[in-house]
């Protein structure tokens, strides 16, 4: 998640903190902001967990021979799949 919509969600929570949650429960309140796909008590936080500690993840690119990391431009040959990039760490999602 970009730097600006983290910012942007916690204006928006400190707004709220000085206003009132006029009658919405604070789970609701705390889901609406954070634009939570899960609204349970459980997608809440792990929704909050990944504002305050944004996953590594990475998604890679493809030409004829190799894969490459989006976030570092590492590239090895398309015969290795990783789970993780070797360069840099990130775990790989849409392989
Ligand atoms: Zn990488």
Known sequence: ???NDRRAIAGELRRKANDSLDGESL?????RITDAEDSSWRGVMHRLADLIDPPLT??????????ICEKCGGEWP???RFEYC???GV???ND
């Open 58 to 67: 990475c998604n890679i690119m493809y030409d004829d021979n190799s894969f």
């Open 27 to 31: 789970q609701r309140t705390l889901a």
């Open 86 to 88: 070797p360069y840099c």
């Open 91 to 93: 775990e790989i999602v």
């Open 78 to 80: 398309n015969e290795i």
């Open 1 to 3: 998640m970009p730097t």
